[in-house]
C-alpha cells in the first residue's frame, strides 16, 4: 500500500473506532470519511462494506481475546476459564452499541461477510477452552461454542438494552453458565 493509502486507511480505521464508540455500529459511514478527511468512495475503496470496516476496527480487540483464550488454557480450572473468556468476549461485544446484533446476525448460517470471517478464530479459541472443560467434566458435553457464543452476544446485547443494570449482564451469563454443568 502507498504511503498516503496506508494513511487514509489508518485515520480511517481511528475515526470508524471514535463513530462506532460514541454513535454505534450504525453510524453514518459518510461521517467516519468526512472525520478522516476523505471522501466516501476512499472509505469504500479501502472497505468495501459496513462489515468489512467493522472486522477492521474490531482485529485488535479480537486478536486480544484470541491470546487470552490462549492463555486460559493452561489455567488449572477449565470451567472457570471459560467462564472468565467468555465474560471477556461479552465486555468486547458491549463495547460498541449495535455490535452484538451484528456479530449474531454474521454468525449466522452461511454469512460470508469479514465480520463473520474474523469468527472463525474466535470459534476455534472457545472450542478449546469449551473442549477442555468438558473433558474436565465440568461442562455438558452437549454444548457446543456456537451456540455459547451466540448466547454471549444475546446477553451483551440485553447490557446494552438496560443501560440502568450494569451488573445484567454478568448475572445473565452466570446464569446461562451455571445450565452448562453436568
Known amino acids: 500500500?502507498?504511503?498516503d493509502a496506508r494513511r487514509n486507511h489508518d485515520r480511517l480505521l481511528a475515526e470508524a473506532r471514535t463513530v462506532f464508540a460514541e454513535h454505534g455500529t450504525d453510524a453514518s459511514l459518510e461521517d467516519v470519511a468526512r472525520r478522516a478527511g476523505v471522501g466516501i468512495g476512499t472509505l469504500y475503496r479501502h472497505f468495501p462494506n459496513r462489515h468489512a470496516l467493522m472486522s477492521a476496527v474490531f482485529e485488535?480487540?479480537?486478536?486480544?481475546?484470541?491470546?487470552?483464550?490462549?492463555?486460559?488454557?493452561?489455567?488449572?480450572?477449565p470451567c472457570r476459564a471459560?467462564?472468565?473468556?467468555?465474560?471477556?468476549?461479552?465486555?468486547?461485544?458491549?463495547?460498541y452499541r449495535g455490535?452484538?446484533?451484528?456479530?449474531?446476525?454474521?454468525s449466522s448460517a452461511g454469512s460470508a461477510s469479514a465480520l463473520s470471517r474474523c469468527g472463525t478464530p474466535m470459534r476455534e479459541a472457545g472450542t478449546a477452552l469449551l473442549t477442555r472443560a468438558q473433558e474436565a467434566g465440568t461442562v455438558r458435553t452437549d454444548v457446543e461454542i456456537g451456540?455459547?457464543?451466540?448466547?454471549?452476544?444475546?446477553?451483551?446485547?440485553a447490557g446494552e438494552e438496560s443501560p440502568g443494570d450494569p451488573d445484567l449482564a454478568d448475572r445473565l451469563l452466570t446464569l446461562t453458565l451455571r445450565g452448562l454443568k453436568p
Open 99 to 106: 455490535l452484538s446484533r451484528a456479530l449474531m446476525s454474521a
Open 82 to 95: 471459560l467462564l472468565t473468556w467468555l465474560r471477556e468476549v461479552v465486555t468486547h461485544a458491549a463495547a
Open 60 to 77: 485488535d480487540a479480537v486478536d486480544e481475546l484470541l491470546a487470552r483464550a490462549r492463555d486460559l488454557r493452561a489455567a488449572p480450572d
Open 1 to 3: 500500500m502507498r504511503a
Open 147 to 157: 451456540d455459547l457464543l451466540q448466547l454471549t452476544h444475546a446477553i451483551a446485547l
